[in-house]
């Protein structure tokens, strides 16, 4: 436990490997919506409706926006992560607009998660959620590696103590 | 995936409940490694998903391609069956561990002193099938319960709950038998069940003893009017007058029976005085409609303790009691509309959690209508020992009051060029002739918006004090938080980027059930970090 305990002394980054799995993420949701536009500017146009401007051209501004975004969002978003796993509580630091400190102490841990999607699974990351009895808790930390994530999630749970923590 | 040793998990009691019978292996030595559900859990999960799917169903049926709908219950099954071999628990260093999901996958992990209750759920088909679902709750501000095995076999279930509540008991040092967490059969459908041998009744209530009540306060009938009359009855009042004034449309001979009954020149108020006395008339109407229905709910309202539970009793035609046990309450707010503070009165609502941690319904039947403000502090006190009387309360710093006022005016400024602009584009549209002169409005308005934001300064504050802090905020309506630090589950300090380049943020105490999140206002970013650390209880107040 203590070689555990050492290692996360530190606050930490996220695994860098999270800005591939954001940016796809954002770039599949821009492309979604860009295809959504196309279609219905296509069917507009097929239905004789008068629609300004050039075919594809709302479709081409959100794909490029769309692409602008996917590219800077996930690498402000990586920047701005930090997380630390102090001594009482676990620490978040994030946010690129709203910036956010939250803390949650381990006592007060219900339950957590160890979460991954389809992309995130074809990069070894994972999220680790920690659940309080408030709904309120800000406690998720994206872009973990899997076997950190759940070493981290025994250490949380070592240290969350007896009782019921409500 | 097995693992040999029993685990470290406290689980592996020996005089343990051994759950025979249960799919890919028993329950002895604890741990085991990772379990399936049973074989038919596919069918239920199949038909929970067809449940959702029912509209594509019937648009099916509707069209008689049946075969569809044999194909469709094919690939649900099928898939469902995926699920089911992608699905696993285990009981294992402390924790009851469940993992899921085909294409994203989920590892959950609740540790066992943190369950609260612990259901065996049987509807007539798991009777049938002699299986049952477990569900397993823990005091997490979610809305579903933590873990639901649905669907295992009743002697793993049976078993599963024994080792789950024993456990927690052994760890919380109580005797196994009266752990806190409820064991109960939740038996749906109209058969009786089974009862498990393994439910447990609370016995450390003597329900029989009569407990003394001491009355905290009670509301006579004038001050339940005056509730209804200074609080937000007065404006819901107006839609009770609403409807009544379209009477005419619902009784077409009415209107006909009235004009030969009074003539309606004679009715309608001509004379300035006339105006007025209509108007004073329909105040009276609306306010005694406030007033009235304040009576209907609140009539007799009184708020009395018993033992460590408080009880509220109110309602004119049907009276309700609520009670709620004090360790469950976690906030105290106090609510003061500007009306109300100019009669120096006060109303106070709650905030509890659920037995699991949830939103709790009675905290809203536990609301206090109104109360003079003199009384606050010692109802205060009654309901959070130690909190009160609310000590001073500390102005955020000037830089707080800069954005207040900015904000308010850049608000005001706002709608007043969308006004302008929507007067201008008809004007020019021949609607309508503003004068230039219309202008002039601005700086009054404007003045004003520095008022007011110069009055939210005013109204901002906190202070902590022995275990508890204080936060207030808002104008129109008051709103003074008192926290106990003890019931902080989590904290946060935020900052938007005019918070940020002012030097200020906004500190959030989240906090167990529903209701607004506890916030203090634009404080200095030192002050609000420092205020983190008081909720974490890491420096005393």
Known sequence: MTEATESWVAARELDPRVVTVWTLQEAIGYGVLALLALAVDIGARLAGLDVPGPPGLVAGLLAVAGGLAAWWVPRANYRHWRYHVAEDALELRHGVVRRIHSAIPYFRVQHIDVSQGPVERAVGLARLVVHTASAGTDATIPGIAVGDAEGLRRLILARAGDGDAV | MRSEDPGPGPVGDPGGVVGPGAPGGSLEGGGGGPRRLHVLSPVFFAVGHAWRLWPLALLVVARRQLWLLVLGALVLLAWST???????????????????????????????????????????????????????????????????????????????????????????????????????????????????????????????????????????????????????????????????????????????????????????????????????????????????????????????????????????????????????????????????????????????????????????????????????????????????????????????????????????????????????????LDVLTVPVAFGLVALPVLALAMTLGLAAYRHLGHATREGFLYARVGVAIRVTTAVPVAKAQSGSVRSSPFQRRAGLATLHVDIAGGGPTPRVHDESEATAERLLHVVLGRVGV
């Open chain 2, 82 to 428: 995926i699920e089911w071999l992608r699905r696993t628990y285990e009981l294992e260093g402390g924790a009851l561990r469940l993992e899921e999901g085909v294409l994203a996958r989920k590892l959950r992990a609740v540790p066992f002193d943190r369950i609260q209750q612990v259901d065996l759920v049987r509807k007539p088909l798991h009777r049938l099938l002699g299986v049952a679902t477990l569900r397993v709750e823990t005091a997490g501000g979610g809305s579903a319960a933590e873990v639901d095995l649905d669907v295992v076999t009743l002697d793993e279930a049976r078993a599963l709950r024994a080792s789950l509540l024993q456990a927690k008991a052994r760890l919380a040092g109580i005797p196994v038998g009266q752990a806190p967490a409820s064991g109960g059969d939740t038996t749906a459908g109209r058969a009786p069940g089974p009862r498990a041998a393994g439910s447990q009744v609370d016995t450390s209530v003597d329900l029989t003893a009569p407990r003394a009540e001491r009355v905290l306060l009670r509301l006579g009938l004038g001050e339940v009017m005056l509730a209804g009359i200074t609080g937000s009855r007065a404006a819901a009042a107006l839609v009770v007058l609403g409807p009544i004034s379209q009477a005419s449309d619902w009784f077409p001979g009415l209107s006909d029976w009235l004009f030969s009954r009074f003539d309606p020149e004679a009715v309608t108020p001509t004379t300035p005085a006339a105006f007025a006395a209509v108007a004073v008339l329909g105040a009276i109407v609306w306010l005694g409609l406030a007033a009235a229905s304040s009576i209907v709910t609140d009539y007799g309202f009184t708020l009395a303790r018993t033992g460590n539970d408080l009880v509220v009793r109110r309602g004119l035609l049907e009276r309700r009691e609520a009670v709620l046990p004090l360790a469950r309450l976690q906030v105290v707010r106090i609510e003061e509309s500007l009306l109300r503070r100019a009669l120096g009165l006060a109303s106070i609502r709650i905030q509890s959690a659920g037995r699991a941690g949830r939103s709790d319904q009675t905290a809203s039947r536990l609301a206090i209508p109104v109360l003079q403000r003199a009384q606050v502090n010692r109802v205060l006190e009654e309901l959070l020992p130690g909190a009160a009387p609310v000590p001073r309360l500390l102005l955020p710093p000037p830089a707080a009051r800069r954005r207040a006022v900015t904000r308010s005016v850049v608000v005001a400024t706002l709608v007043m060029a969308a006004i302008a602009l929507l007067l201008w584009w008809l004007s020019a």
